[in-house]
């Protein structure tokens, strides 16, 4: 049971470029969620999910698209990488309403 | 407007003395709170929950929290602390919707003094 893996663990893109961040769960969970963390700023939500093909945002939406075909996976999508989207990106899921979180171990993205 | 505050940026304590961090929240419904911790590099681990029932919680690694409601407030302690609680706290609330959102705190950053 691995729980919530992410890939890659860094990347560095340039401005412009376009990427995706990788997540999955075996956990059979059906909500997921991508946050941001930025020093001294906590974790801000990007987007959630509550099933295979629902999707929406959350409080910080603006850059990024996400998808879900299937419970296991949930990509976040970059697709013109500016600076302000430099962070350290965490993605969750959990079994459904009023339950805890399991967190991946992160990727940090730098856009210079 | 829902929000969390952790009113303690950095927080450094002597190994083997009591800790205690604290959390505010502002939320308009029943909060469900939870305290998260995060050593450098990781990602976020639960250390414990509230739901509802006994205010006094326990979890993992000899941490516990209390909830007061009347102070709106969630904060966490351990009556010894050990080197290896260096870390990044952070508090969040969620709610009774549907979708589970969590707001956090900016989180306090605990440093332990041999």
């Known amino acids: 049971n691995a729980g919530v893996t992410q890939t890659p663990k860094f990347r560095i893109l340039k401005i412009g470029q376009s990427m995706t961040l990788q997540c999955a769960q075996d956990?059979?969970?059906?909500?997921m969620y991508w946050y941001r963390q930025d020093p001294g700023m906590g974790l801000k939500l990007i987007y959630y999910s509550v099933g295979a093909g629902i999707t929406d945002k959350g409080e910080v939406p603006n850059g990024y698209n996400v998808s879900r075909s299937t419970t296991e996976d949930f990509p976040l999508r970059l697709e013109l990488a500016a600076p302000s989207q430099t962070s350290v990106y965490f993605c969750?899921?959990?079994?459904?309403?009023?339950?805890?979180?399991?967190f991946g171990p992160g990727t940090r993205l730098t856009v210079t | 407007a829902q929000s969390v505050t952790q009113p303690d940026i950095h927080i450094t304590v002597s190994e083997g003395a009591s800790l205690e961090l604290r959390c505010n929240y502002s939320y308009g419904a029943t909060p469900y709170l939870f305290w998260y911790v995060q050593s450098p590099g990781q990602g976020l681990q639960l250390l414990l929950k509230?739901?509802?029932?006994?205010?006094l919680v326990q979890g993992i690694k000899g941490f516990e929290a209390e909830f007061k409601r009347s102070q709106s407030s969630f904060n966490l302690r351990k009556p010894s602390v050990h080197w290896s609680d260096a870390a990044e706290y952070f508090c969040a609330v969620g709610g009774s919707g549907a979708t589970n959102k969590l707001i956090f705190g900016t989180g306090t950053l605990l440093a332990v003094q041999p």
């Open positions: 969750a899921s959990s079994r459904g309403a009023v339950t805890e979180q399991y």
């Open positions: 956990m059979n969970h059906n909500y």
């Open positions: 509230y739901f509802s029932g006994d205010t």
